[in-house]
């Protein structure tokens, strides 16, 4: 009997203490710029990749500008800003900020493209509301409050148009856009879904989610899926294919099936978990 029990807490304890020194180490690797450098690449005519290794930010170029999709945060800032002068542009020309959702894994760069770069943050109003808030899970530099958004707002720039929807769950605010990419001139409609992280909990919150993921699909002729992790896309196994890619090859992010297929997936997997809640009630 005592040996059960001074022996069980303490392995207990080990237990506990090893998974919170993993969890660690984890979120120690995701904050390291040199473990999250990825070098930055072109994926169509107009759209680049300029974020980390486990977090998103896309650059879109138009003839008036540029458009940058998240901000990433703390030191992985420099990645984007560095990653937009090494592709041969200039910061001070991106004239928006889209941010998916005030995580600070997104919007924790926001504040630097406004005081350093003179950029516009959009943001669902929403996520206004949460930025200005308690943080979620850590705090960054709070944008100043710039456009807010709604659902089926749109933004010109030059020629180019964005349509934004509203696809709450994961925050309230989560903003998803949908765009056009050319490949070789050949213009396809891609879709940045700003926030398809399962990892919150509530009845009413799941059923938002499972409401927006209906929304995006039915989004008519959507071909590319533009992710704001890359893990939720297969981003760097699609650049692999992209660079062995020859003339007349089809491009490896043009995948409707794929964008639907994962849809279907996070779907499901929100039903299962409404369900289970709905049950332990
Ligand atoms: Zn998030």
Same mark, same amino acid.
């Given at each position: 009997?005592?040996?059960k029990?001074? #022996? *069980?807490?303490?392995?207990? $304890?080990?237990?506990?203490?090893?998974?919170?020194? =993993? /969890?660690?180490?984890?979120?120690?690797?995701?904050?390291?710029?040199?473990?999250?450098?990825?070098?930055?690449?072109?994926?169509? %005519?107009?759209? +680049? +990749?300029v974020?980390?290794? *486990?977090?998103?930010? *896309?650059? $879109?170029e138009?003839?008036?500008g540029?458009?940058?999709?998240?901000?990433? +945060?703390?030191? /992985?800032?420099? $990645?984007?800003?560095? =990653?937009?002068r090494e592709?041969?542009?200039?910061?001070? %020309?991106?004239? !928006?900020?889209?941010v998916?959702h005030?995580? +600070?894994?997104?919007?924790?760069?926001?504040?630097?493209f406004?005081?350093?770069?003179?950029?516009?943050?959009?943001?669902?109003?929403?996520?206004?509301?949460?930025?200005?808030?308690?943080?979620?899970?850590r705090? !960054?530099?709070?944008p100043?409050?710039?456009?807010?958004?709604?659902?089926?707002?749109?933004?010109?720039?030059?020629?180019?148009?964005?349509?934004?929807?509203?696809?709450?769950?994961?925050?309230?605010?989560?903003?998803?856009? #949908?765009?056009?990419? !050319?490949?070789?001139?050949?213009?396809?409609?891609?879709?940045?879904?700003?926030?398809?992280?399962?990892?919150?909990?509530?009845?009413?919150?799941?059923?938002? !989610?499972?409401?927006?993921?209906?929304?995006?699909l039915?989004?008519?002729?959507?071909? #590319?899926?533009?992710?704001?992790?890359?893990?939720?896309?297969? #981003?760097?196994?699609?650049n692999?294919?992209?660079?062995?890619?020859q003339? =007349?090859?089809?491009?490896p992010?043009?995948?409707?099936?794929?964008?639907?297929? *994962?849809?279907?997936?996070?779907?499901? %997997?929100?039903?299962?978990?409404? %369900?289970?809640? /709905?049950?332990?009630?």
């Amino acid at each position: 009997m005592n040996f059960k029990a001074a #022996v *069980w807490p303490a392995m207990l $304890l080990t237990h506990v203490l090893g998974m919170h020194q =993993g /969890l660690a180490q984890e979120a120690a690797a995701r904050d390291d710029l040199q473990q999250q450098r990825v070098a930055p690449f072109q994926v169509f %005519d107009n759209l +680049y +990749y300029v974020g980390a290794r *486990w977090v998103s930010a *896309w650059l $879109l170029e138009t003839d008036q500008g540029l458009i940058l999709f998240d901000s990433l +945060y703390g030191d /992985l800032v420099d $990645l984007a800003v560095d =990653g937009i002068r090494e592709l041969g542009f200039d910061p001070d %020309d991106v004239r !928006y900020v889209i941010v998916s959702h005030a995580h +600070y894994d997104h919007a924790g760069g926001a504040q630097r493209f406004q005081r350093d770069f003179g950029a516009v943050v959009l943001m669902i109003e929403a996520d206004w509301q949460l930025s200005e808030g308690e943080p979620d899970f850590r705090e !960054y530099p709070r944008p100043m409050r710039h456009l807010s958004l709604g659902n089926g707002d749109t933004l010109n720039l030059g020629r180019t148009r964005l349509r934004f929807l509203q696809t709450p769950g994961h925050t309230r605010g989560v903003l998803s856009t #949908v765009f056009t990419v !050319y490949d070789g001139g050949y213009p396809h409609t891609a879709v940045m879904f700003g926030g398809a992280g399962l990892n919150f909990e509530g009845a009413d919150r799941l059923r938002m !989610y499972i409401d927006s993921v209906g929304q995006l699909l039915s989004v008519p002729g959507v071909e #590319v899926n533009i992710p704001n992790h890359p893990a939720f896309g297969d #981003v760097f196994a699609r650049n692999e294919l992209l660079q062995q890619h020859q003339d =007349g090859d089809p491009h490896p992010f043009v995948d409707p099936e794929s964008w639907i297929a *994962w849809l279907e997936l996070l779907r499901g %997997d929100a039903q299962t978990r409404l %369900d289970a809640e /709905l049950a332990a009630n």
